[in-house]
């Protein structure tokens, strides 16, 4: 017999507009049945119990459009936390305490370093790592997860020395006087380290289980049923189908397998994992969709933006960075893609990199009609003319990180970019009159909470949550509470291809929803980024229930 109950509250926010609004649930074996009045619940499942919902309103489970949950939640239990805002003194302290800790030898991994200290690592600045670490081998992620802070032994471990040469799309930063390399490593330099690393902890493939199992119990609890995991590498597969099988996977993800050669997924062949996609397959694990890192990071001056970067010693007063491949190179890949039927995640940080996006999907359009609906992530710096392309080329504008308001992710790029351009940063409003989808996203870790919230409450004013920075960040561009749940729900279902599944409270979907403890339409706009979510429920389970 299938297991039903009808889930009850007053007011149960569907996010379908043919019934946007409803009082009851019926859910057999996890699907929704009908959705209505508690009478038509009743009419469609008479024999079932009914369950009273509490709190003061109910939304459809959140679908988080971009994220690195695995990553995340290996973050969270394996390594040393650095928060963005630390000085390199207080990073270095970090290290220290996490090395009284450590046998000899044995790696020091973390992050995230705030990309505003690039200019203060030089060799002095490693040897002072050293010895913070006492020798041994130390990686740090920055916040963008684009650049890495390692030592002397790290360095070692990689086999880089003075004769190595910068990899394609990536740099190994060198003292301009000796050649020696400072410790700082940029884009696929970074792999460099990595594989080092992902060699040292390739025996324990049970931490990255326990990862994935911490970051989705995280995600539970601030209401995401859905993600999009951005980077898929064979481990972050064999984490999620270990966790499916386990029955402890309580969110749909779809993954983005590496299209082309990743500077942040070293080692992955991208045809080889392509082939592997149907063996990691589960129930909630579709690996169907790709990614492709066009450009870098602004704060390192990797992006590829149309007008040049601020003047530094390294780069002279006229550089725009460039991206990783050409025009009628992306739209050759894309097209491939579709052939295959995943779409694309495109990493776009720069706004001559999402020009240039656009215009390979243009490419692919005029010579293959309508196709797949691909993603510029992350939507950051986006040329004023470009906003109607998005509609017209049917491309999702993936907004990730949340870098809508002042934040410190924000003061690091106002060290590299024209003012000018960063104040028109994450243009949403404009999109969306333009017709265009726009899905919210994390990008946890780049950001050390995934927590949506905040981010909507920074959608909606364009003021820093917290309250640490004043001021907005174009503030023309605020959007209604709303738009901003659309954001987070049934357009990032569209978006991650889980529409199916999630996204809205409707008949056949799963019985995903999030009980809040606030009329998030009614409360104040600063007091959006406080709302709790009292029960988080997936396929008709309760999975998250906040502690009285």
Same mark, same amino acid.
């Given at each position: ?13 569907? %996010? !379908?507009s043919?019934k ?17 009045s ?14 009273? #919902?509490?709190g003061?309103?109910?939304?459809? $489970?959140?679908?988080?459009?971009? &994220? ?8 969270e239990l ?6 963005p805002?630390? +000085?390199l003194d ?9 090395a009284?800790?450590?046998?000899p ?11 505003g @200290?690039?200019a ?10 050293d ?24 360095? =070692? ?11 394609? &799309? ?31 902890l ?10 994935? =199992?911490?970051a989705? /119990?995280r ?13 898929t ?7 999620l /189908?270990? #966790?499916?099988?386990e029955? *402890?996977?309580?969110?749909?993800v779809?993954? +983005?397998?590496?299209m082309?050669?990743?500077p942040?997924?070293?080692g992955?062949?991208?045809?080889e994992?392509q ?10 694990? @579709? ?19 149309l007008e040049?970067y601020?003047?530094?010693a390294?780069h ?8 990783t ?5 992306l739209?050759?890949?894309?097209s ?8 694309? /995640?495109?990493?776009?940080?720069g ?24 993603h510029i992530?992350? =939507?950051?710096?986006? !040329? ?14 993936d ?12 003061e ?12 028109r ?16 996203? +994390?990008?946890?870790?780049?950001v050390?909470?995934?927590n949506p919230?905040p981010? %909507?409450?920074g ?5 820093d ?13 605020a959007i ?10 049934? &357009? ?5 291809g889980?529409?199916?599944? =999630?996204?809205s409270?409707?008949? $056949? ?6 009980? @809040? ?8 706009a !600063? ?11 997936f396929?008709? *389970? @309760? ?6």
């Amino acid at each position: 017999m299938p297991e039903t109950t009808i889930l009850h509250h007053p007011h149960i926010c569907t %996010m !379908d507009s043919e019934k946007p609004w409803v009082q009851a649930i019926a859910v057999s074996d996890g699907r929704i049945v009908t959705v209505g009045s508690l009478e038509e619940a009743r009419a469609a499942l008479p024999d079932s119990e009914v369950q009273e #919902l509490s709190g003061a309103m109910v939304i459809p $489970g959140l679908v988080d459009v971009h &994220n690195h949950f695995v990553w995340a939640g290996r973050a969270e239990l394996y390594e040393v936390f650095v928060p963005p805002v630390f +000085s390199l003194d207080q990073v270095l302290d970090a290290v220290r305490a996490a090395a009284a800790n450590k046998p000899p030898g044995e790696w020091i991994v973390g992050g995230i370093w705030g990309s505003g @200290l690039i200019a203060e690592i030089d060799v002095n600045a490693r040897l002072r790592l050293d010895e913070a670490a006492g020798g041994r081998p130390v990686m740090l992620r920055d916040d963008s997860h684009h650049n890495r802070f390692v030592s002397s032994a790290a360095l =070692a471990a990689a086999g880089i020395d003075h004769g190595t040469p910068d990899p394609l &799309n990536g740099q190994i930063v060198r003292d301009t006087a000796t050649g020696e390399a400072t410790g700082l490593l940029l884009e696929s330099a970074c792999s460099l380290v990595e594989i080092a690393v992902s060699r040292a902890l390739a025996a324990s493939p049970h931490l990255d289980v326990e990862a994935a =199992a911490h970051a989705v /119990k995280r995600l539970n609890a601030v209401g995401v049923t859905g993600m999009q995991e951005a980077l898929t590498t064979r481990a972050v597969m064999r984490a999620l /189908k270990s #966790l499916d099988d386990e029955g *402890r996977l309580t969110a749909w993800v779809m993954g +983005s397998l590496p299209m082309t050669e990743a500077p942040l997924a070293p080692g992955e062949v991208p045809d080889e994992l392509q082939a592997l996609r149907d063996d990691f397959r589960t129930r909630h694990f @579709l690996p169907d969709a790709g990614k492709i890192f066009l450009d870098g990071v602004p704060t390192a001056r990797t992006a590829a933006m149309l007008e040049p970067y601020l003047p530094d010693a390294l780069h002279g007063c006229c550089f725009r960075g460039g991206t990783t491949l050409t025009v009628p190179q992306l739209a050759r890949v894309l097209s491939d893609c579709e052939q295959k039927n995943i779409r694309v /995640k495109i990493h776009c940080t720069g706004d001559a990199s999402t020009r240039a996006a656009l215009d390979a999907i243009d490419v692919l359009r005029s010579f293959n009609g309508p196709g797949l609906q691909h993603h510029i992530a992350h =939507a950051t710096f986006i !040329d004023p003319a470009e906003i109607p392309r998005f509609a017209a080329l049917d491309v999702v504008a993936d907004l990730s990180p949340p870098l809508w308001f002042p934040n410190v992710i924000v003061e690091a790029i106002r060290t590299t970019v024209a003012q000018s351009v960063v104040d028109r940063m994450a243009p949403i409003r404009s999109l969306i009159e333009a017709g265009a989808v726009t899905a919210g996203g +994390s990008d946890w870790p780049v950001v050390p909470d995934p927590n949506p919230w905040p981010a %909507m409450q920074g959608m909606v004013t364009r003021r820093d949550p917290s309250g640490s920075l004043e001021g907005a960040l174009a503030p023309e561009q605020a959007i209604s509470v709303h738009d901003a749940l659309r954001a987070y729900t049934i &357009n990032s279902a569209s978006a991650t291809g889980l529409s199916a599944h =999630a996204g809205s409270l409707s008949p $056949g979907k799963s019985a995903d929803l999030a009980v @809040l403890d606030r009329q998030i339409f009614e409360t104040g706009a !600063d007091e959006l980024g406080q709302t709790q979510v009292l029960q988080t429920w997936f396929e008709g *389970r @309760l999975v998250h229930e906040a502690r009285p």
